[in-house]
């Protein structure tokens, strides 16, 4: 063994991970740091909840997840806080995602009690007169949800309130940049009767999350990240069911007919909101030529007046990307744009974490920046005059979540609709509009499943169906 080589083998594995302020880097908590070796100890508990969690009756499933909805909702200046602290959102930010969460357990306590099942109509069927019978909706069992840093509350939400709506078991492996809100969220369910096996928490790297996508046992991974982890989850999962919420690249078309007030000031909101670090974020904006100036001026205007700074203050509009490293890498994004041609309106300066909101113009469509999902504070504006040529750049990525569109031609919106490949598309809003029952995910290229509960729900259960055969 070379002495390098011993130097790596002895090399301790930590036994915690430190989770820092991405504005100020404090050190806001620490959490275990597991590995590959301490699955089967997971497995075991989780064993056990995949036994508690289907003995539930629903009642009890919709009463654990309201109370928890009520107790979240007293401390929702708690919560808020550490959502500021560990992932860096601006105040007013953080306390809509915890109004969210509350949302999304209460329609989960809605699906446990009303989505069980329905009769099946035999009978409507030649040679089965006879025959009455129905379908339940039973659990999986045990589901795998790894979860990003961005909404590090609602987002374990819309995995934890559906999967125990359905009488599952949840290994739940937080981003371990932001874990804290998702443990937090863990203790309150507990707190609320849920049983403390029903939700095991993984805190640990990518050597956890790889040991643990590996396991026979896990029914169902549900991810939100990016399209390499996604990638390597899939290869290496096996046979077992797969929702994921990758990346976006979200497009808006601006016509000549919109409020164009309103336009440019939902646009400059779904570019920036949480730093720009969102899937769904607007990132490309193509303005019909005749009123691109005017949407231009007045976009930059809207951007160079946004607070950038402190994220506990509540006059922040924009608070610091998640580490220094990610905005790092943005201004290097940026920095290449603009050897290739684009032109910098505004922005482009970095402090620390902190990378100022940046539009640009005149950014080609071979360019990084104009072809991958940016997840920065970063926004492209383009004039078009052909609107097919718009909705053919509109379409181009080969993945997409959101688009918005802004018109007052009721017709013309409809019919853009069909035409413009998203998993959803947002009528005079930008693509950054999300409302939790909706049914939520991508289009083309990475797109398995959907989020949004009852939607989520029916993918963490499975039907099964008891048929009698009436004998005279």
Known sequence: MSPTTASLAATPQPTQIDVFSPFDGSLVGSVPCLGPQDVPGLLAIARQGVRESAALPRHRRASILERTAQLIERDAADFAGLIVDEAGKTLRQAEKEVKRCINTLKLSAEEARRNAGEVVPFDAYEGSESRHGWFTRDPLGLIL???????????????????????????????????????????YLVEAGLPESVVTVATGGADLGRALVAVREVRMISFTGGFATGE???????????????????????????????????CVSGAFWAAGQNCIGTQRILVQASIYEQFRERFVELTRAMVLGDPGRRETDIGPMITEASARRTEQLVSEALVEGARLLCGHKRQGALYAPTVLENVGHDSRLWREEAFAPVVMLEPFDDLEQAVAAANAPEYSLHAGLFTRDLSLALSLARRIEAGGVMVNDSSDYRFDAMPFGGSKYGSLGREGVRFAYEDMTQPKVVCINQLD
């Open 145 to 187: 949800a790894i979860t990003p840093y961005n909404d590090p509350l609602n987002l374990v939400a819309h995995k934890l309130g559906p999967a125990i709506a359905g009488g599952n078991s949840v290994i739940l492996k937080p981003s371990e940049l932001a874990p804290l809100s998702a443990l937090k969220l863990v203790q």
């Open 232 to 266: 390597q989850i899939a290869r290496g999962a096996g046979l077992k069911k797969l929702a994921m919420d990758l990346g976006g690249n979200a497009p808006v078309l601006v016509l000549e007919d919109c409020d164009l007030g309103a336009a440019v000031e939902s």
